[in-house]
């Protein structure tokens, strides 16, 4: 039950953003919206996720592991559900930032309980957690244009609270791994600064680019495909191939990583497959 309330709570952390790429082009002529006013909603919460992710440790400190993950699952539960019944493009804005602040809280809230509790298969629950983020990112963008179709665009933008409502009963329901809660020394590998660190600024650069990729690609390829010519259920397919393959190698890069003696060459060759 706690595995799959990880792999649920991973699945929660985009489909509040991604969501809203695929109908940027509806967005934009349905609320009368600029193309900066339009674009906003994704840059915005992908903002947020940089600034307030250093608020994980104090939240952990002040409420515990458990009850944070709690109140950051409610936040975007509230926020997605919200879209259903206040529908602008200022409620669209607060609940995206609202959103945005919740997953920067809740990614390295969650990596930190899968290092301490999940320690000795910490490449498999990984690549479940990987997984999990990836399929969030898949069902919203390709199914919303789908669902836009079916049910209107209020219906598209608000389904998604069902996948936190989801993970927070199985959080709820599952035992820890554990025998106590995570603290934060627990989280803490050592006293260092990550500030005064070369190695975490590297990092910082590293996903930071990473994740320009992924959202770039997740707001406008859609809408590319789109303006091209396609259906809006075309694309919505295009974009279901696109990251199912993402998917797939979520889960098999893990132990394919594993079996390498030097996991920068692994990391090389996936680097050059991104670049071409």
Same mark, same amino acid.
């Given at each position: 039950?706690?595995?799959? /309330?990880?792999?649920?709570?991973?699945?929660?952390?985009?489909?509040?953003i991604t969501s809203i790429g695929p109908l940027l082009d509806v967005l934009k002529q349905s609320l009368h919206?600029?193309?900066?006013?339009?674009?906003?909603?994704?840059?915005?919460?992908?903002?947020?996720?940089?600034?307030?992710a250093s608020l994980a440790p104090w939240m952990e400190r002040t409420f515990g592991m458990k009850r944070s993950?709690?109140?950051?699952?409610?936040?975007?539960?509230?926020?997605?559900?919200?879209?259903?019944?206040?529908?602008?493009?200022?409620?669209?804005?607060?609940?995206?930032?609202?959103?945005?602040?919740?997953?920067?809280? #809740?990614?390295?809230? #969650?990596?930190?309980?899968?290092?301490?509790?999940?320690?000795?298969?910490?490449?498999?629950?990984?690549?479940?957690?990987?997984?999990?983020?990836?399929?969030?990112?898949?069902?919203?963008?390709?199914?919303?244009?789908?669902?836009?179709?079916?049910?209107?665009?209020?219906?598209?933008?608000?389904?998604?609270?069902?996948?936190?409502?989801?993970?927070?009963?199985?959080?709820?329901?599952?035992?820890?791994?554990?025998?106590?809660?995570?603290?934060?020394?627990?989280?803490?590998?050592?006293?260092?600064?990550?500030?005064?660190?070369?190695?975490?600024?590297?990092?910082?650069?590293?996903?930071?680019?990473?994740?320009?990729?992924?959202?770039?690609?997740?707001?406008?390829?859609?809408?590319?495909?789109?303006?091209?010519?396609?259906? #809006?259920?075309?694309?919505?397919?295009?974009?279901? #191939?696109?990251?199912?393959?993402?998917?797939?190698?979520?889960?098999?890069?893990?132990?394919?990583? /594993?079996?390498?003696?030097?996991?920068?060459?692994?990391?090389?060759?996936?680097?050059?497959?991104?670049?071409?």
């Amino acid at each position: 039950m706690l595995g799959g /309330a990880i792999v649920l709570i991973a699945m929660s952390m985009r489909p509040i953003i991604t969501s809203i790429g695929p109908l940027l082009d509806v967005l934009k002529q349905s609320l009368h919206l600029s193309n900066a006013a339009v674009t906003s909603l994704t840059a915005v919460p992908i903002i947020a996720m940089g600034l307030f992710a250093s608020l994980a440790p104090w939240m952990e400190r002040t409420f515990g592991m458990k009850r944070s993950i709690q109140m950051l699952l409610l936040l975007l539960l509230g926020a997605s559900a919200i879209r259903y019944v206040a529908f602008g493009w200022t409620e669209l804005l607060v609940t995206s930032l609202v959103g945005g602040i919740a997953i920067a809280v #809740l990614g390295p809230l #969650l990596s930190s309980y899968v290092r301490t509790y999940y320690e000795k298969q910490f490449d498999r629950m990984i690549g479940w957690y990987s997984f999990g983020v990836g399929f969030g990112a898949m069902l919203s963008a390709s199914a919303t244009p789908a669902l836009y179709e079916w049910g209107g665009l209020p219906f598209a933008l608000a389904i998604w609270a069902v996948i936190p409502f989801a993970a927070l009963i199985s959080w709820q329901l599952g035992r820890p791994v554990g025998k106590r809660d995570v603290t934060h020394d627990d989280a803490s590998s050592n006293g260092r600064s990550p500030w005064r660190s070369k190695e975490a600024w590297l990092y910082l650069l590293f996903f930071g680019v990473q994740s320009a990729i992924f959202f770039t690609v997740m707001t406008w390829f859609i809408p590319l495909l789109t303006k091209q010519g396609y259906s #809006l259920i075309e694309a919505g397919s295009w974009m279901t #191939l696109l990251t199912a393959t993402q998917i797939v190698c979520n889960l098999m890069y893990p132990s394919f990583a /594993a079996s390498l003696s030097n996991r920068v060459i692994g990391t090389y060759v996936v680097l050059i497959m991104s670049l071409v």
